[in-house]
């Protein structure tokens, strides 16, 4: 057997000499993680600095402020000093900090596999990641002493999983969006996630009309993608992220209106909370950070199930419960609209609004070109129907997890849950979009596909109707480029393009004759056919024009043109008949000159 054990010489030269690229990926990830976390301790510094009245010194701004960037990370939080002396868990994400970390590990992943980097895919996603959760995991050490301490539980869980992706999008975005078949652990995980016949069925309505299998199921019971399967996976997610942005901005739009409804008790709630204008700005900055929370509960509120208030007060359009007593003033809450009413009622048109959004990006797809036979052939009905349910299906899941995301608890007994149930807003998502967007896609669908073979028919017919009387009146004049109205009179006169028979024979007669003796080239070139358009030779011909040749090639190509072909006889000796034969001697009388 052969030993395969390594050295110690080799062991040592390949710790002496790492991948290459990983101290710069390392490095890379670690920065992107202190950016982070500097922005939030500048941040709760100026406020510390601003507070006339603050709790603890500089030490416990800094813990607060790698609380709240773990927060910003999913982290739940759980606060120590509370009046009543029990641990109050802090579990809401404000959606608007979220954004910070996600923009830089996707920076940090896509500039440690950039051109100047000579580090493999594997390796620069794998060292940022490790790089910024070291750093990570460095801040929970210290936040863990804090007033606002990291559940541990969490921590494990959402650091890593949002340092991997947005740092796995990061490389992806460095090599060009690359596309191929999924791993072998995704697909493994897709299996076990998604039930066998759903994807059955997924794949057969997929892989019909030319389609060979879906992008994000490449590998999974076979088809290998194509064109086909990119169109149909873009349409899908293009139209599940134009839902999604539907939802959001509706319901950004309902808090818009719901602040200006109840602008009263907002502006009441600032003189509740704080009386110091530092303390006003620090609510003020709380409320914008919370926009993006308030923009998914909104869009809770409009789908149907609204939003939990605390233990046994939901509001929502069908609900007629407000915020319960033990509610904190805050400006948000202030504004949050009860049962009835025109707001309440109006509410239901952003699912309908995001509903008709899916449905139109899947009609671009399934119908390019407004059905005129553009770039791809329209879908079927079927097809189309199937799109707008996996697009619903992609933009329930995506809302359900920013629900989740937006919500969370704000203490214990009242406040154990704060916000939209992220399965209900989900299954209310998928719902909507379904109920909403399949027979708008349909119909669509069926108008554009119409409309488009419509215009094609009245096209052609237009065209055949002015272009064709022009070549029909062409062609009897024996030219296509001839000027239907006829020449202008005091013009002057052109001579008419022949048919190609007479002018190959006009042409040999004038050859035989000796008229055109420049040699065999001069002679191919003339009796070559030009088209429909005569070009005059650039070099003088000897050619006596317009009188006395010209008439002589035309009396020799009619006099050939109606000589009787003889099978026997006398021809060569009877040579041709002179012009003023007759009949009785062998000749053909000749046309009367009509010149």
């Known amino acids: 057997m052969t030993d395969r054990r390594l050295s110690l010489s080799s062991l040592l030269t390949r710790m002496r000499a790492p991948s290459p690229g990983l101290a710069a990926s390392l490095l890379s990830g670690a920065l992107a993680a202190g950016l982070g976390l500097g922005s939030f301790a500048v941040l709760v510094m100026v406020l510390w600095i601003s507070s006339p009245y603050p709790d603890s010194g500089p030490g416990g701004a800094l813990h607060v402020a790698a609380a709240l960037w773990l927060l910003a990370h999913g982290v739940e939080l759980i606060r120590t000093d509370t009046l009543s002396g029990l ?27 950039d051109a100047d980097s000579e580090a493999a895919p594997r390796t620069a996603w794998a060292g940022a990641v490790a790089g910024y959760l070291t750093v990570g995991m460095a801040a929970a050490l210290y936040a863990s002493g804090g007033a606002l301490r990291p559940s541990w539980v969490w921590t494990v869980v959402c650091l890593p999983l949002l340092a991997t992706v947005a740092t796995g999008v990061g490389v992806w975005t460095a090599y060009g969006h690359p596309q191929g078949p999924m791993p072998a652990w995704g697909r493994r995980v897709v299996a076990a996630a998604v ?45 599940a992220g134009a839902g999604v942005a539907a939802l959001v901005g509706g319901g950004a739009l309902l808090v818009a209106a719901s602040l200006v409804w109840h602008g009263g008790t907002a502006r009441d709630s600032f003189s509740q909370l704080t009386e110091g204008w530092s303390g006003r700005f620090a609510v003020l900055l709380l409320c914008l950070v919370l926009v993006p929370n308030a923009a998914v509960w909104g869009a809770a509120y409009g789908l149907g199930p609204g939003i939990v208030l605390g233990a046994g007060h939901v509001a929502g359009p069908l609900s007629g419960a407000v915020a319960g007593p033990m509610l904190p003033a805050f400006p948000l809450l202030a504004a949050v609209p009860g049962g009835g009413g025109p707001l309440s009622w109006s509410s239901g048109v952003v699912p309908v609004v995001a509903g008709v959004t899916v449905a139109w990006f899947v009609v671009r797809a399934a119908v390019p070109g407004g059905g005129d036979g553009g770039p791809g052939e329209a879908w ?76 094609s028919v009245g096209v052609g017919v237009a065209l055949r109707g002015a272009v064709g009387p022009w070549l029909s009146r062409s062609r ?70 317009p009188e006395d040749a010209s008439r002589e090639i035309r009396w020799a190509a009619l006099r050939e043109a109606s000589a009787p072909s003889e099978s026997s006889g006398p021809s060569e000796s009877s040579g041709s008949p002179e012009p003023g034969g007759s009949p009785e001697r062998g000749g053909s009388p000749e046309p009367t000159d009509p010149t």
Do not use: K, N
Not at 212 to 232: L, V
């Open 476 to 545: 009897s004049r024996g030219g296509v480029g001839e000027d239907p109205a006829g020449p202008v009179e005091g013009a002057p006169r052109e001579p008419a393009v022949r048919e190609p028979a007479v002018r190959e024979a006009a042409v040999r007669g004038s050859l035989e004759r000796g008229a055109l003796g420049r040699g065999s080239l001069e002679r191919e070139s003339l009796l070559e056919d030009p088209g429909p358009y005569d070009f005059l030779p650039t070099d003088p011909v000897d050619v006596p024009w």
């Open 87 to 113: 641990p109050m868990p802090v579990g809401v994400t404000p959606l608007l900090l979220l954004m910070l970390p996600v923009w830089l590990l996707h920076r940090a992943g896509r500039d440690a596999a």
């Open 195 to 239: 039930p066998p016949r759903l994807t059955s069925a997924v794949r057969r309505l997929a892989t019909r009309d030319g389609i060979d299998g879906i992008g994000g199921m490449r590998g999974i019971g076979g088809g290998d993608g194509g064109r086909g399967d990119e169109r149909f996976v873009g349409a899908v997610v293009r139209a």
């Open 380 to 455: 079927s009905g079927r097809r189309t129907v199937a799109a707008v349910g996996l697009a619903a299906g992609v933009c329930g899941a995506v809302f359900a997890l920013l629900a989740a995301l937006a919500g969370g608890p704000l203490g214990v007994a009242a406040l154990a849950h704060f916000g939209p149930v992220w399965w209900q807003v989900g299954a209310a998502v998928v719902a909507w979009t379904w109920v909403v967007g399949v027979p708008v896609a349909v119909g669509v669908r069926g108008w554009r596909v119409r409309e488009g073979r419509g215009a």
